[in-house]
């Protein structure tokens, strides 16, 4: 039965079925559109106006909720204060002998992280909390724990 068929032939029935079927996946995904109210250019509407969202605070009159006292919200922290704390962070680390005591490398990484206030309860901290442990345990074989860490965030 293939035999009979030659190349052209072949060829025109490949590309008359793939027309076909990116005819019915067009008309598909049209109707799917118009269903949804998507726009022309593929947005959504609601995406197209721009919108502030304010989160709105639940009142509760829970005691456990009055016992716990508000979180301070900080500043968004400036990168190049960042980058200038993971710098010192680890050029303190890389230097301090490795004989030192475990409550002077925690002092001084606080005394380093108070010179960046900003970088305190941001989204960077629990990253540089990481690079913390990870270069201690590096450079001097100090294994810091979650206590050791609030120590140096205080």
Do not use: C
Request: glycine share 6%; hydrophobic share 35%.
């Amino acid at each position: 039965m293939l035999q009979n068929i030659s190349w052209f032939q072949f060829t025109l029935f490949i590309g008359g079925g793939l027309a076909v079927y990116y005819t019915v996946l067009l008309v598909k995904v049209t109707v799917r559109r118009q269903k949804d109210g998507t726009l022309r250019n593929g947005a959504p509407p609601s995406l197209k106006v721009k919108r502030k969202w304010f989160a709105e605070e639940e009142k509760e009159d829970s005691e456990a909720d009055k016992s716990v006292p508000p979180q301070p919200v900080s500043e968004k922290p400036d990168l190049t204060a960042v980058h200038e704390l993971t710098n010192e962070i680890q050029a303190y680390l890389s230097a301090v002998d490795k004989e030192e005591e475990k409550t002077t490398i925690i002092n001084s990484l606080g005394q380093i992280q108070r010179k960046y206030p900003s970088v305190k309860g941001s989204l960077f901290m629990e990253g540089i909390s990481n690079l913390i442990v990870v270069t201690a345990h590096e450079e001097t074989g100090v294994e810091l724990t979650d206590g050791d860490l609030d120590a140096i965030w205080q």
